[in-house]
């Protein structure tokens, strides 16, 4: 099977490609071209039905929402529901995390809900009910189960190897991995004294990706989980060698996504993704965040935005959602609602200063400003981000001109007829 990405090479614009193009409003052979370099990835898996997306350079910054059940929380329906409002309320793809209940079912159902890509992680159903009993053939096994179900695309933690595990044992981190994937890849070598089949096997899982048309979204499970832990050298070791991954899967004609931490301060973010971009030659870079501090348990949302906004500003291309559960529980659906929400804010703060899409961002902000000036209250909810938030505070006031913040001393009032001509 000829790959999207040697289409791309070969110089043929595919019809994923001008869907692409025609969204994101860039000349289908700039997409073309991005694509077959590997700067922008399009996840759409042969047996997907979901629409194609373009994920990096010249791209609108893309915001993805995390579903699914845990073991100590199994309700398919609830998932479901969460999964169709991420979707409404503007979420770009779907990742099914469900480590509990029938797994098959929970994603079939998942991707039947929504029509954005949905990506997994499959080693959550490799490893089933013990680390210890998974075999490197249950892990490619699920890849192969996820990908013929047509996920679009799939985390894979080939960098966390002997030696980023070496370098991670050096490190003085306080909490050592806190990517699941990470700790059970970890776990899994440490039990087998192998290295991790993800990578000592690469070739078979770009085979298997080749297939399906599965984009590999290459998991960073060194990412650190703390201000004090951010940053190091296992960070950096794993990128090092993700970055030969990517070239890897280039070279294989998969498309390939690298994913970033995790928790950063701010000061730290420009220079983390500028290296995370140059070591893993521009691949589309997908973030958890990055939170930029530990100590707001309830506003982790709040946290992964900030951050996630200034990594969208220095070339981030996929903002993962935090919501207001992050490290207390898992999500209900107000939390992904929430979530979605404040990562869309994070993803077109960072689009307002990006190459490409800043003048198209910028105006839907020219547009709420002029609304603004002309006291149109209902222009400027279809404006909002979160109209229903917005009319419902609005609500409050009784004026019917102004709000209740500054009633008859409303400024724009003032200088509206101040500066009539
Ligand atoms: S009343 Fe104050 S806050 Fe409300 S629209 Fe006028 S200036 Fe803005």
Known sequence: MTTLMEKAHAGVVTSEIKRVAASEEVNAETVRKLLADGFLVIPKNINSKSEPIG????????????????????DIETEVEKARTAEKYGADTIMDLSTGGDLDLIRRRIMDAVSIPVGSVPI??????SIGNM?????????????NDGIDFVTVHAGVTQS????????????????RGGAFTISWMKHNCMENPFYSEYDYLLEMAREYELTLSLGDGMRP?????????AKFEEFIILGELVKRAREAGVQTLVEGPGHVPIDEIGLSVTAM???????????????????APGYDHITAAMGGAVAGMHGADFLCMTTPSEHLALPDVADIREGTIVTRIAAHAADLTKEGVREKAREADRRMAVARRELNWNRQFGCAIDSEKAKMIHARSR???????????????????????
Do not use: W
């Open 164 to 179: 980023s595990f070496e370098r991670l044992k050096r490190s003085d981190r306080i909490l050592d991995v806190v990517s």
């Open 55 to 74: 994920i990096g350079k010249l791209m609108r910054t893309k915001i993805n929402a995390n579903v699914g059940t845990s073991r100590d929380n199994v």
């Open 135 to 147: 075999s490197s053939d249950d892990m490619f096994n699920a890849v192969r189960k996820h990908a």
């Open 399 to 421: 004026n019917a001109d102004t709000c209740s913040m500054c009633g008859e001393l409303c400024s724009i009032k003032m200088m509206r007829e101040v500066m009539k001509k």
């Open 225 to 233: 989980g703390c201000i004090n832990d951010a940053s190091d050298r």
């Open 277 to 295: 971009k140059h070591l893993t030659g521009n691949a589309p870079l997908y973030l958890l965040g990055p939170l930029v501090t530990d100590i």
């Open 124 to 129: 959550y159903q490799a490893a089933g009910e």
